[in-house]
């Protein structure tokens, strides 16, 4: 299974942009998604969770502002970002496990989202 994270940008601050991740090479139903973002010098933050079944969490900085959503028939993951702050800038990774403590597959190479006047 391979992921391809895609739909970065440049956005403005305030702006809004949808972040795409794409499954390929095996079944999506299964796996939680979760997305993550990595700022300059910094560590690794969880951002966005979907269980299986559609269940959703969201950290702090993000609750409200941002929606994670999948569609299991497209194998495609969603994270759409709303009221964006030069904060969120990032690269932001998606990833797949089989629920809680399962191993996350290969890392793919993540989108860069940053926001900016």
């Known amino acids: 299974v391979q992921l391809q994270a895609f739909g970065g940008g440049l956005v403005q601050p305030g702006g809004s942009l949808r972040l795409s991740c794409a499954v390929s090479g095996g079944i999506f139903s299964p796996y939680t998604m979760d997305w993550y973002r990595q700022a300059p010098g910094k560590q690794r933050d969880l951002v966005a969770t979907?269980?299986?079944?559609?269940?959703?969490s969201y950290s702090d900085s993000v609750k409200g502002r941002f929606i994670i959503s999948r569609d299991n028939a497209k194998k495609m993951g969603y994270l759409q970002m709303s009221s964006l702050r030069p904060d969120d800038t990032a690269v932001y990774y998606c990833n797949i496990r089989l629920g809680p403590g399962g191993n996350y597959i290969d890392w793919g190479p993540g989108t860069q989202v940053t926001v900016s006047s």
């Open positions: 979907i269980t299986n079944g559609g269940r959703t």
